[in-house]
């Protein structure tokens, strides 16, 4: 989300900076516009990307929190099981 906030905020300030230019000199040229066009696109293609990674990162940590609480689980059984054997030999 804070990504796509940033793009949105630079493509803004880019539509801004194009306003500002074509302003001070007259008019944008088509090459100026075209410019403009592929950076935006390339923007637009980067929020992509950051947005895939994301999930996929996502995906990745649930999949760790889920492995690590198997290992919890196993681990207390683990405890469980040697306390028992402990009593029980103590017991004799």
Do not use: H, P
């Not at 950076?39 to 649930?62: F, G, L, P, V």
């Not at 929190?65 to 196993?74: G, I, Q």
Request: proline share 0%; hydrophobic share 45%; charged share 25%.
């Amino acid at each position: 989300m804070k990504q796509s906030l940033m793009s949105r905020s630079r493509v803004l300030a880019l539509v801004a900076m194009a306003g500002v230019y074509a302003g001070l000199t007259g008019c944008a040229t088509n090459g100026d516009i075209e410019a403009l066009r592929t950076e935006i696109n390339q923007n637009k293609k980067d929020t992509a990307a950051a947005a895939r990674d994301a999930a996929d990162a996502k995906a990745m940590s649930q999949s760790a929190v889920s492995t690590a609480n198997e290992a919890k689980a196993m681990s207390a059984d683990t405890a469980s099981k040697l306390d028992r054997m402990f009593k029980k030999a103590m017991y004799k």
